[in-house]
C-alpha cells in the first residue's frame, strides 16, 4: 500500500480512497471535509445528522 499526501483540490484527485478529517460538534463539514461530502450528495451530512457519526476520537466511518 502506498500512501501519499497532496496539495490541491480534493475532488481532483483520482485515488482508490481519501481521509477526511471531522472535528467533534461540527454539524456541516467544510473545507476538503466539505468538498467530499458534497461530491457524496450529502453522505457525511447525512451521517451527521443522523447521529450515527459525531467526529468523536477514534471514531470512523466508511462511506
Known sequence: ????V???FIQ????DA???NLF?????PGGAT???DKALG???TEL????DFRGKLGETAVL
Open 1 to 4: 500500500m502506498n500512501i501519499d
Open 6 to 8: 497532496r496539495q490541491g
Open 12 to 15: 481532483e484527485i483520482d485515488a
Open 18 to 20: 481519501v481521509v477526511v
Open 24 to 28: 467533534r460538534g461540527v454539524t456541516r
Open 34 to 36: 466539505g468538498a467530499v
Open 42 to 44: 450529502g453522505a457525511i
Open 48 to 51: 451527521i445528522t443522523s447521529g
